[in-house]
């Protein structure tokens, strides 16, 4: 691997991997995926740890796995162009 992640997980599918969900589960198992390999944005970590009723032993344990992913940044551009495509 040439250090850049292979992977951009979405937020339900961090959460079913969390849950240990049958389909998550499966398709890293079938592809072979490792976290490292993985990234997700900081948008998703918002969202994840955002949420009104997480308990704090849900919390601690979904910020550890968090963190076994790559955190990619949003640029300026990004935000610019999601605004733009959220209007259509």
């Known amino acids: 691997m040439n250090g850049k992640p292979a992977y951009l997980l ?3 599918f961090i959460l079913g991997f969390y849950n240990k969900s049958a389909i998550a589960l499966q398709m ?3 592809h072979k ?3 490292s390999e993985c990234a997700i944005s900081v948008i998703n970590r918002i969202e994840i740890l955002g ?3 997480l308990t704090l ?3 601690t344990n979904l910020r550890k796995i ?3 992913f790559i955190c990619l940044p949003l640029s ?3 935000e610019m162009m999601t605004i733009s495509l959220r209007k259509k």
């Open 10 to 12: 979405d937020t339900c």
């Open 28 to 30: 890293l198992a079938e």
């Open 33 to 35: 995926v490792r976290l």
């Open 51 to 53: 949420y009104t009723e």
């Open 57 to 59: 032993s849900d919390e």
């Open 66 to 68: 968090l963190e076994s």
């Open 76 to 78: 300026v551009e990004v």
